[in-house]
């Protein structure tokens, strides 16, 4: 019997992350639904707020987004009150990320800027990849692309997410190229 492997860069997590993270977004989507929180966009904050998270909005220094933390067996999701909202938002969605990913692996996540977009990471990576599976769940950020508007200022405009945050989506569903 022969295997056919496949050579991964050592940075490149993808293969081991992105399907854990589009299963268990869409399953907490599904939640979502039946507890009637809206999921296109997302209300993230009663999502949070429905699993007994408490949230914070708070100034911190520039370089941290946010954190996870258990603090006297409430866990608690922090954001900074400094950066724009839709990053808030992508932020909220990431801890809760590794919240039902990782929680049972650290009691305090913080997420800094150069932190975040260090992809040796698994556990980022993962987060990041769930947070966009969980604000631009798959087949509605396409069928949006198909049917409504290739614009990326619309398409982050209906998602509530960054212009950036799109491209990487578009990008990593293999919509370079396609007038994004």
């Excluded at 490149?12 to 599904?30: E, K, N």
């Excluded at 631009?136 to 409504?148: G, L, V």
């Excluded at 619309?154 to 370079?176: E, P, Q, T, W």
Aim: charged content about 30%.
């Amino acid at each position: 019997m022969a295997v056919i492997k496949r050579r991964v860069k050592k940075t490149d997590l993808s293969h081991l992350t992105s399907g854990v993270s589009r299963l268990a977004a869409r399953d907490l989507l599904d939640e979502a639904n039946r507890k009637g929180i809206e999921t296109v966009p997302l209300d993230i904050e009663r999502l949070i707020k429905s699993f007994g998270i408490k949230v914070k909005i708070v100034p911190m220094d520039d370089e941290v987004s946010g954190h996870l933390a258990l603090s006297d067996g409430v866990w608690e999701i922090a954001v900074n009150a400094l950066h724009h909202p839709k990053r808030q938002r992508f932020t909220l969605a990431h801890e809760l990320g590794h919240y039902v990913l990782h929680r049972w692996e650290c009691q305090r996540f913080e997420d800094t800027k150069l932190f975040r977009n260090n992809e040796s990471n698994p556990m980022e990576v993962q987060a990041n990849a769930y947070a966009a599976d969980l604000l631009m769940p798959e087949r509605e950020f396409k069928d949006y692309i198909r049917n409504t508007s290739k614009n990326i200022d619309r398409i982050a405009d209906h998602f509530k997410v960054s212009a950036y945050a799109v491209r990487v989506r578009a990008k990593n569903l293999g919509f370079s190229g396609h007038g994004l």
